[in-house]
Every structure is written in structure tokens, then in C-alpha cells.
């Protein structure tokens, strides 16, 4: 069965290290997403793809960075680690049909702690 | 620009009462709604999707939603809660970017289900 698979599932490092998240899909989407989920905020966009070789800005894109070498990966890079971003992260991927908008399937989640 | 509001971060009702969570969305384009519920240490999960056909939609678990143009509002429903419906869901409103989409997303239900 196709599946999107985020590692690692539990993470703790420390201030101003780079961290780099995991997130591997099946399902031979061309979209794939990075989301946060923080208590009160719901989750919130840091980064899209569309395709290989295409990423964007979300709306707290400040911090991290992505990129898109093939369709299956879409790792995300805390490049210098703070307390502000100890969170759940959660990896999304869905399939373009045109002007259709289509569901997210989302990975399992990777805790985040920063210290 | 697109907004979801979910009203009531915390809901709690007694088993076989009935659910209501309440969403209201802006959209500057006519929308795609979806539901998501989240049950503990995992990814989000889909209940149902508004995609412009019917404005009742049925999805998973017993679950339904109406979609109301004129008080923009995509609220769910279920007519008997059970134990197993106790977890947090979310709305989310989809626009589309050239071939893609992306979710906004609400700040989340706590569903409670008391015996």
C-alpha cells in the first residue's frame, strides 16, 4: 500500500544545531507539504513543493528550508535549531488534477524538541 | 486570502448525544472544505471533503457536513457521539495555485466524550 512515512518520529537537539527532518511518500504525489502543530494554532504552512525541483514559501517559513531532488522526498532543515521550534511537524502529500482540489494524506508526525 | 475559524477549542457532550463542531471559512474564490480528525500520537486522518457537488456531505465514522454559502459555514455533525469519536478535529480550506493546492487549516476541536 502506498504511504508517507516521516522520521525520525522523535527528535531532541539543541539550540543553533541543523536538523534535518525525513519525509518519504509513495503515493507518487507531486505535491508534498510541511506543516507545524502547535497548541492553539492548528497546524500552520512552512514549505511546499509542486513538483521536482520546486519549492515555496508557507506562511512560517522563517528558519527552515526544503528540497525537492525527486518526487518521493521533501526533507526539511531546521538550519540553526531554537526553543521557538519545538513543535509536531507533520509531512503531506497530494496529487495535482488540474483545478480539482484533491485530500492531504499526512505522515504519522515527528516530535521536535529544542533545548 | 483564505481563514478557517473553528469556534470552541474544547467541546465536550455524553455519549449518544449529538456532535456539532462548528467551522466558518473565508474564501476569496469558491472553496474546497474539509474535515480532518486527529486521534493521539498520530497524523491527521480525512472525514469528509467539499468539493462543490453536493452541499451535505457524508463521510466516515457516521460523520456529515452542510455546506452553507450564505453563512459560510462547513460544520460537522454526527446524530450519536461514541467513545471512540473523542479526539481533536480540524477544518481546513483548500485554494488552488496554478496545478497545485495547499490547506489552511483552523486551530483545531478537542472533542470530549463523557460516559
Known amino acids: 500500500d502506498a504511504e508517507i512515512t516521516q522520521s525520525p518520529r522523535h527528535k531532541i537537539t539543541e539550540t543553533g544545531r541543523q536538523v534535518t527532518l525525513a519525509c518519504h511518500q509513495t503515493?507518487?504525489?507531486?505535491?508534498m507539504f510541511w506543516y507545524r502543530q502547535d497548541l492553539g494554532h492548528g497546524l500552520r504552512l512552512i514549505h511546499y513543493?509542486?513538483?521536482?525541483?520546486?519549492?515555496n514559501k508557507g506562511e512560517v517559513s522563517d528558519g527552515y528550508s526544503v528540497s525537492r531532488s525527486n518526487t518521493e522526498d521533501l526533507p526539511l532543515t531546521l538550519e540553526s535549531a531554537a526553543s521557538s521550534q519545538t513543535s509536531v511537524y507533520f509531512c503531506?502529500?497530494?496529487?495535482?488534477?488540474?483545478?480539482?482540489?484533491?485530500?492531504?494524506?499526512f505522515g504519522q508526525g515527528t516530535r521536535l524538541t529544542v533545548v | 486570502a483564505q481563514s478557517v475559524t473553528q469556534l470552541g477549542s474544547h467541546v465536550s457532550v455524553s455519549e449518544g448525544a449529538l456532535v456539532l463542531l462548528r467551522c466558518n471559512y473565508s474564501?476569496?474564490?469558491?472553496?474546497?472544505l474539509f474535515w480532518y480528525v486527529q486521534y493521539p500520537n498520530q497524523g491527521l486522518q480525512l472525514l469528509l471533503k467539499?468539493?462543490?457537488?453536493?452541499?451535505l456531505v457524508k463521510g466516515i465514522n457516521g460523520f456529515e457536513a452542510e455546506f452553507k454559502k450564505s453563512e459560510t459555514s462547513f460544520h460537522l455533525t454526527k446524530p450519536s457521539a461514541h467513545m471512540s469519536d473523542a479526539a481533536e478535529y480540524f477544518c481546513?480550506?483548500?485554494?488552488?495555485?496554478?496545478?497545485?493546492?495547499?490547506?489552511?487549516f483552523g486551530g483545531g476541536t478537542r472533542l470530549m466524550v463523557k460516559p
Open positions: 503531506a502529500s497530494s496529487e495535482s488534477r488540474g483545478f480539482m482540489s484533491t485530500e492531504a494524506f
Open positions: 503515493w507518487n504525489h507531486n505535491n
Open positions: 481546513a480550506v483548500s485554494a488552488l495555485k496554478n496545478a497545485g493546492n495547499m490547506l489552511t
Open positions: 513543493s509542486y513538483g521536482v525541483h520546486d519549492t
Open positions: 467539499y468539493t462543490s457537488a453536493a452541499t
Open positions: 474564501s476569496s474564490v469558491p472553496p474546497y
